[in-house]
């Protein structure tokens, strides 16, 4: 076992240096070709962190702080820019920079972190939308929002009609909120938002930003990063359904679901992930909260044991009986929540559709029992190797580094060629598509390098290194040092480690600072550049906190314990408490079970028998 974990990650790392080009100059505009060579590198910077190699390591930050510069004309996703570039440069900066992690570059001088703050405040401009942590009214109806605040000046309303937000009197961001809201899905980095960018985004694109902003903002001590992240956060769980779920698609200005279906994969995933690894790593307790609401709903209405399905947000009914690839995390978030048992059984399910196929397509219709029309690609995926790492590291059985090897010998056998690793574009003839995305170095390399190390008796800086690690959802690396996990409200029960001087440091705005706020002719954004931490800032009473997350304080809602609630107008109110729907609740019975390998049509035949009656398809389902 020993031999095949350090062949498995020599191979790795001899593939790992194809997406390394130290010769690559940045233009004044960038290729596709470029941009991608250049996401690819700072993506991957601290697998070959994780894979010990000093010199390379070293080279490529380097490389990366003199030639790599982001005031460029190109239009880019925030939630991939955010989780790929962001989380990179963050995470490798957070190594290089720290002798503890046994990479501490000599020459390093925060360029990576000067990087990240230019591209961070590059993404701000995103965020200028109205719906932020509250919800709208129909009608035009004005009335004061409901939020947690303590006394800041004049009452905020909300007109509907003019889609103007007001205030009569003006609200600095050191303050406890900014006015911002769910963010766009694109924008320019050089412009800000286009005028003609379209006003849909998904739920996982608005809720993952998280961790990679709050981070920032805890590096830099500038709060607006993690403030606007937190908003978002806020309003897309405002106008969640009386049964506590979200849906797919949401109109960052109007609030309005355009897709209600609800599910834990495609376009909402992360965002379940990001609700408990924000409070794992920065142990703000509002994310605990929400993510208990959301994660017991899920359970109760998607949960079809061992398989999820996706559901009207409003109605439970189901719409898409479908097992996707993205939700192969999920077990794995299970075992970050204590929650083991559920996470085995479908693992397991997922696990069997990848020995079926020899990896896991897009799309497996569980009424049908085939590969999902359309959705017959496997893009090099790492979430159910995700998941059977975390399995295996909890429970320590061998089970999950069988699957580890038969995940291997699919790769190798099936994926490569002459210059990497290819995507396979149909599960059901193993053909290639010549293209490899950057989190395959990033996350799919990763996990496996951790599976085989960790049985062979872990000698990495995940396991054996100075802080407890978070993995971000592209599998970056985010430490649980001082810096991130115990400032403010955390610091009080954690020995008060509080620089209150650098709190209090406010971040110097620059020309071009200034020309792109100019540009971008944001409402907002002049105000966030005077953000700044504050030891007067109102704090949470933090509780003891021990056990199973999922056990903490049962009895309290996020509403009640934070009072982010609902806003309806007030002679409503009242009558609305009294419909109120019933707390979602884990207990329930299904005569679904996870089989192995060999009864493999068995049991999905089960489930589609046991739901052939009740289920609502979309059109384009194959039956």
């Known amino acids: 076992m020993e031999a095949a974990g350090r062949k498995l990650g020599l191979i790795f790392l001899l593939l790992f240096f194809h997406s390394l080009h130290p010769d690559l100059t940045l233009a004044d505009s960038v290729t596709?070709?470029?941009?991608?060579?250049?996401?690819?590198?700072?993506?991957?910077?601290?697998?070959?962190?994780?894979?010990?190699?000093?010199?390379?390591?070293?080279?490529?930050?380097?490389?990366?702080?003199?030639?790599i510069r982001f005031d460029i004309n190109k239009t880019v996703s925030l939630f991939e820019t955010t989780i790929r570039v962001l989380g990179g440069l963050l995470s490798a900066h957070l190594i290089a920079s720290d002798y503890a992690t046994g990479m501490r570059v000599p020459s390093y001088d925060n360029?990576?972190?000067?990087?990240?703050?230019?591209?961070?405040?590059?993404?701000?401009?995103?965020?200028?939308?109205?719906?932020?942590?509250?919800?709208?009214?129909?009608?035009?109806?004005?009335?004061?929002?409901?939020?947690?605040?303590?006394?800041?000046?004049?009452?905020?309303?909300?007109?509907?009609?003019?889609?103007?937000?007001?205030?009569?009197?003006?609200?600095?961001?050191?303050?406890?909120?900014?006015?911002?809201?769910?963010?766009?899905?694109?924008?320019?980095?050089?412009?800000?938002?286009?005028?003609?960018?379209?006003?849909?985004?998904?739920?996982?694109?608005?809720?993952?930003?998280?961790?990679?902003?709050?981070?920032?903002?805890?590096?830099?001590?500038?709060?607006?990063?993690?403030?606007?992240?937190?908003?978002?956060?806020?309003?897309?769980?405002?106008?969640?359904?009386?049964?506590?779920?979200?849906?797919?698609?949401?109109?960052?200005?109007?609030?309005?679901?355009?897709?209600?279906?609800?599910?834990?994969?495609?376009?909402?995933?992360?965002?379940?992930?990001?609700?408990?690894?924000?409070?794992?790593?920065?142990?703000?307790?509002?994310y605990l909260y929400i993510f208990q609401e959301a994660y017991a709903a899920a359970m109760h209405y998607l949960y079809h044991d061992p398989w999820y399905v996706e559901v009207n947000m409003d109605s439970a009914a189901i719409v898409w009986p479908l097992f996707n690839s993205l939700q192969a995390f999920w077990p794995g978030l299970q075992v970050l929540a204590g929650d083991i048992d559920p996470a085995i059984r479908t693992h397991a399910a997922f696990l069997s559709v990848w020995r079926r196929y020899g990896f896991t397509p897009?799309?497996?219709?569980?009424?049908?029992?085939?590969?999902?029309?359309?959705?017959?690609?496997?893009?090099?995926?790492?979430?159910?190797?995700?998941?059977?790492?975390?399995l295996y590291k909890a429970t320590r059985d061998p089970r999950y580094l069988d699957a580890g090897r038969d995940m291997?010998?699919?790769?190798?056998?099936?994926?490569?060629?002459?210059?990497?690793?290819?995507?396979?574009?149909?599960?059901?003839?193993?053909?290639?598509?010549?293209?490899?995305e950057s989190f395959f170095l990033a996350e799919t390399v990763k996990y496996l390098w951790l599976l085989f190390d960790l049985a062979v008796g872990p000698d990495n800086l995940v396991e054996?290194?100075?802080?407890?690690?978070?993995?971000?959802?592209?599998?970056?690396?985010?430490?649980?040092?001082?810096?991130?996990?115990?400032?403010?409200?955390?610091?009080?029960?954690?020995?008060?480690?509080?620089?209150?001087?650098?709190?209090?440091?406010?971040?110097?705005?620059?020309?071009?600072?200034?020309?792109?706020?100019?540009?971008?002719?944001s409402r907002f954004h002049a105000g966030w550049t005077k953000a700044r931490y504050s030891s007067d800032l109102p704090t949470f009473d933090p509780t003891a906190i021990t056990g199973l997350i999922k056990g903490v304080c049962p009895g309290l809602t996020h509403g009640q314990k934070f009072g982010i609630l609902y806003v309806y107008p007030t002679e409503e109110h009242h009558a609305h408490e009294t419909e109120k729907p019933k707390e979602p609740t884990h207990e329930q019975s299904h005569s679904v079970v996870v089989l192995t390998e060999p009864n493999f049509d068995h049991a999905l035949t089960d489930y589609s028998n046991d739901h052939n009656d009740n289920q609502t398809h979309k059109s384009d389902v194959t039956s």
């Open 362 to 390: 897009e799309g497996f219709n569980l009424a049908s029992l085939t590969v999902q029309h359309g959705q017959k690609s496997y893009p090099l995926r790492p979430e159910l190797i995700e998941s059977t790492y975390w």
């Open 408 to 436: 291997i010998a699919s790769l190798q056998y099936g994926t490569r060629c002459p210059c990497g690793y290819c995507h396979i574009s149909d599960v059901e003839h193993h053909n290639q598509d010549d293209h490899m």
């Open 32 to 67: 596709p070709d470029e941009a991608k060579l250049l996401r690819d590198e700072i993506d991957s910077l601290d697998t070959l962190a994780l894979l010990g190699d000093r010199d390379r390591f070293a080279a490529s930050v380097e490389w990366i702080g003199k030639n």
């Open 464 to 521: 054996n290194g100075p802080y407890k690690y978070v993995f971000s959802t592209e599998g970056h690396l985010l430490p649980a040092t001082p810096q991130i996990s115990l400032v403010r409200e955390h610091c009080l029960y954690h020995g008060a480690y509080c620089r209150s001087e650098d709190l209090r440091q406010s971040y110097r705005v620059s020309e071009a600072d200034n020309d792109k706020q100019e540009s971008n002719n």
């Open 111 to 286: 360029q990576l972190l000067n990087l990240a703050e230019d591209l961070g405040r590059r993404l701000l401009p995103a965020f200028d939308t109205p719906t932020g942590g509250f919800q709208m009214l129909g009608g035009g109806t004005k009335m004061h929002l409901v939020r947690r605040v303590d006394q800041i000046g004049d009452s905020l309303v909300w007109d509907k009609t003019s889609l103007l937000m007001y205030s009569t009197s003006y609200i600095d961001c050191s303050m406890l909120f900014c006015i911002s809201g769910i963010p766009f899905g694109s924008v320019n980095l050089l412009h800000g938002v286009d005028k003609h960018e379209s006003k849909i985004t998904s739920t996982a694109g608005g809720g993952t930003l998280t961790l990679e902003f709050g981070v920032l903002s805890r590096l830099i001590n500038d709060p607006i990063f993690e403030q606007v992240t937190k908003n978002a956060v806020r309003g897309l769980w405002a106008r969640r359904s009386k049964l506590n779920l979200v849906g797919a698609h949401i109109n960052v200005f109007t609030g309005e679901w355009t897709q209600k279906d609800a599910g834990i994969g495609t376009s909402i995933d992360s965002f379940y992930e990001y609700l408990l690894k924000a409070y794992l790593l920065f142990g703000d307790e509002e």
